[in-house]
């Protein structure tokens, strides 16, 4: 149990939808980052949160937006779905220097 | 852009020590290196991390080549609970943000 929460669990959704995933810690850590693990590859940064800022930026298109809260929790935003945005969606809490807590991931399919 | 290097799979014996290495030639003097491992359908687990020195704590052992270059995961009993994928991570403080690139890891077959 690693207190990192992330809803839902699973979702489907079509083509050039757009879909909110969220994440919420009991840690109490101020930074939350969002990684995409495509299937069978290691996790991909997508972006990172520090105090309600962006903080950093993987090698994601701006349809890919987040969100971070007073309380910590946070969401991803993905606009426009595409075929290739099928994944594995991690957030982590924590992590710089000290271990980072991960969620269970949210599995997106876009058929 | 990884910056480790990790088999791709690896086997070991129950209750037989396992060795994961993991080779890192370009970690800079502050980067920490991280272990996760993920079993099937779950978020990354942290192992263990260290910075020069090697580290022990419940889970594992981290022996880290005195140049830094190269380290290695010890898990002393191997367990069917211990298969899974192993990561050997690197912190990126490139662009001023902490991240962790992971490459694809090894996968760990633990035999009965």
């Known amino acids: 149990e690693t207190g990192v929460t992330q809803s839902p669990t699973h979702l489907i959704k079509t083509r050039g939808q757009q879909v909110t995933l969220r994440c919420s810690s009991q840690?109490?850590?101020?930074?939350v980052s969002w990684y995409q693990q495509a299937l069978g590859q290691g996790p991909q940064f997508i972006f990172q949160?520090?105090?309600?800022?962006?903080?950093g930026r993987g090698n994601f298109p701006p349809r890919f937006s987040g969100l971070q809260f007073p309380n910590y929790s946070s969401e991803l935003n993905v606009n426009a779905l595409e075929l290739d945005d099928s994944a594995l969606y991690l957030c982590a809490s924590g992590g710089r220097n000290t271990e980072a807590f991960f969620g269970q991931g949210t599995r997106l399919t876009v058929v | 852009d990884a910056k480790t290097t990790q088999p791709n799979s690896m086997e070991s014996n129950e209750e037989e020590p396992v060795h994961l290495p993991c080779n890192h030639s370009?970690?800079?003097?502050?980067?920490?290196i991280h272990w996760y491992r993920q079993l099937p359908s779950q978020g990354p687990e942290y192992v263990i991390h260290g910075l020069t020195s090697n580290v022990n704590n419940r889970m594992a052992s981290l022996a880290i080549a005195e140049d830094r270059k190269s380290s290695t995961l010890i898990l002393h009993r191997a367990t069917l609970r211990d298969a899974a994928v192993y990561y050997c991570i690197l912190g990126d403080t490139t662009s001023g943000t902490y991240k962790y690139i992971f490459g694809t890891g090894t996968r760990l077959k633990v035999l009965a």
């Open positions: 949160y520090y105090r309600e800022e962006e903080n």
């Open positions: 840690s109490g850590h101020n930074t």
């Open positions: 370009t970690i800079s003097g502050t980067d920490y």
